[in-house]
């Protein structure tokens, strides 16, 4: 690799990182104001926290890159090609096991929601046990009111049906005395 081919690449890559640094400052910051206001780590805060991470290992690795890529020897350069590869593969570990996490994030969200599904029918199934109970009540005092209701209407016809006897006994009687 010629020198000015060199020089131009590490332009290049400063021209990179710089923004890249800002942007490791705002997100320091924006993590710094989760930890103040007692974030939720489990879902949002830490998703933006491991993207914090990795976008500061990856700042990292291309600030590496472009201070090492200044080395003139070829031997220094194998070496920090070596070293670059390996940062390269840290990166990617990096990224996977935030992809992992993603995953676990997703999951643990969903059981809350099936938590909280399950706890809102257990409620729903307490209050119609307790409106059954409520029911079953009513019916049997309703029950207990409808055998009364047909117990004195049972004596009243037995009264009725006695006092007509009674009647139709003291007619024929008045009749044969006429007779």
Do not use: Y
């Amino acid at each position: 690799m010629q020198p000015w081919n060199r020089r131009t690449k590490v332009n290049a890559l400063k021209a990179e990182v710089a923004p890249l640094k800002e942007e490791n400052v705002e997100l320091k910051q924006e993590n710094g104001t989760l930890e103040e206001e007692g974030g939720d780590f489990e879902g949002q805060g830490l998703d933006t926290l491991h993207k914090s991470q990795l976008r500061e290992l990856r700042l990292s690795n291309e600030t590496n890159q472009a201070h090492l890529l200044d080395v003139s020897s070829p031997a220094d350069q194998d070496l920090v090609l070596a070293d670059l590869e390996g940062a390269d593969g840290r990166v990617a570990a990096v990224e996977e096991w935030n992809e992992v996490l993603r995953v676990e994030i997703e999951t643990l969200r969903a059981e809350s929601e099936n938590e909280d599904l399950i706890t809102s029918l257990q409620s729903c199934l307490s209050t119609l046990e307790s409106t059954n109970a409520d029911l079953t009540a009513q019916l049997l005092s309703t029950q207990a009111q409808l055998s009364v209701k047909q117990n004195q209407l049972v004596r009243h016809d037995e009264e009725e049906g006695a006092k007509r006897d009674d009647r139709e006994e003291s007619r024929a009687t008045s009749r044969s005395g006429h007779a």
